[in-house]
């Protein structure tokens, strides 16, 4: 059987996502050049697992929660593996998803010509206005987003309309160059600067991707100071220490943002 020239492996990190992730892996299989789908279950409480499975995606699974950084690493890791064992040739590029895409991640090709024709090293989605579940505007006060791209223009002069969008497309190359990951929440700021800086080509693209946006609960809040805390050590490991120290200082550290934000 002949091998395609262009092989592109979709990644997907998930945790708790049962309801979402069947839909998500067969709308990213139904994508061109896609020829393999990896759900790195990271942790989860559900059948997250075995849905994507069902679905026809290649599982690997984290026993505890180890974070979406480690989990983009584990599906990779296996992709490498079945390359090895099956004798396939590499996959030329990564697409990397969000769990909690479903039937919108059938839209994500306009992320995969670019990369696979040779345009851009690193495509990264720019999404539009989502909505919560019950069709409000997100919460937050834009902490994260101001942190991630303040940081990313100081850095790297690079100036992100979307710096923590995690759909996203990149050679394997460029995947290497970015590696290891920042832990965390702060993978995205962390691979952008890293790739920027490599000499790379990087692109934004509107994409009309959907997802769950979160709301202004207090779980939705702790989720942003996460995000927060985890932006602010990939930004000060690659050496921005006083701007981006500043936002959570000013919060009075993840306690005091949690605080502002529950006011």
């Given at each position: 059987?002949?091998?395609?020239?262009t092989?592109?492996?979709?990644?997907?990190?998930a945790?708790?996502?049962e309801?979402?992730?069947?839909?998500?892996?067969?709308?990213?299989?139904?994508?061109?050049?896609?020829d393999?789908?990896?759900?790195?279950?990271?942790g989860?409480?559900?059948?997250?697992?075995?849905?994507a499975?069902?679905?026809?995606?290649?599982?690997?699974?984290?026993?505890?929660?180890r974070?979406?950084?480690?989990?983009?690493?584990?599906?990779?890791?296996?992709?490498?593996?079945?390359?090895?064992?099956?004798?396939?040739?590499?996959?030329?590029?990564?697409?990397?998803?969000?769990?909690?895409?479903?039937?919108?991640?059938?839209?994500?090709?306009?992320?995969?010509?670019?990369?696979?024709?040779?345009?851009?090293?690193?495509?990264?989605?720019?999404?539009?206005?989502q909505?919560?579940?019950?069709?409000?505007?997100?919460?937050?006060?834009?902490?994260?987003?101001?942190?991630?791209?303040?940081?990313?223009?100081?850095?790297?002069?690079?100036?992100p309309?979307?710096?923590?969008?995690?759909?996203?497309?990149?050679?394997?190359?460029?995947?290497?160059?970015a590696?290891?990951?920042?832990?965390?929440?702060?993978?995205?700021?962390g691979?952008?600067?890293?790739?920027?800086?490599?000499?790379?080509?990087?692109?934004?693209?509107?994409?009309?991707?959907?997802?769950?946006?979160?709301?202004?609960?207090?779980?939705?809040?702790?989720?942003?100071?996460?995000?927060?805390?985890d932006?602010?050590?990939?930004?000060?490991?690659?050496?921005?220490?006083q701007?981006?120290?500043?936002?959570?200082?000013?919060?009075?550290?993840?306690?005091?943002?949690l605080?502002?934000?529950?006011?």
């Amino acid at each position: 059987m002949n091998q395609p020239l262009t092989r592109v492996a979709c990644i997907i990190p998930a945790k708790d996502e049962e309801q979402r992730i069947a839909a998500t892996v067969k709308a990213a299989s139904s994508l061109k050049y896609v020829d393999v789908v990896i759900v790195c279950d990271d942790g989860s409480s559900d059948a997250t697992a075995q849905y994507a499975a069902a679905a026809g995606a290649v599982v690997v699974s984290h026993t505890r929660n180890r974070g979406k950084a480690a989990a983009i690493d584990s599906a990779v890791n296996a992709l490498g593996i079945l390359e090895q064992r099956d004798k396939l040739p590499e996959a030329r590029a990564l697409l990397l998803l969000d769990a909690d895409l479903e039937e919108s991640a059938a839209a994500c090709a306009p992320l995969i010509e670019p990369v696979v024709t040779g345009e851009a090293d690193l495509t990264v989605a720019v999404l539009p206005a989502q909505r919560t579940a019950s069709g409000e505007e997100p919460g937050g006060l834009g902490l994260v987003m101001t942190t991630a791209t303040r940081g990313i223009e100081e850095l790297c002069g690079f100036s992100p309309r979307a710096p923590l969008s995690g759909q996203r497309c990149l050679t394997r190359r460029a995947f290497e160059l970015a590696s290891p990951l920042a832990s965390g929440f702060g993978v995205e700021v962390g691979m952008t600067i890293d790739i920027v800086r490599a000499g790379l080509r990087v692109k934004e693209i509107e994409v009309d991707l959907y997802h769950r946006a979160t709301g202004s609960d207090l779980a939705s809040q702790f989720h942003r100071a996460k995000q927060l805390r985890d932006v602010t050590r990939a930004l000060t490991a690659r050496g921005l220490v006083q701007a981006s120290l500043k936002e959570l200082k000013d919060s009075g550290g993840v306690p005091g943002l949690l605080k502002r934000l529950k006011r």
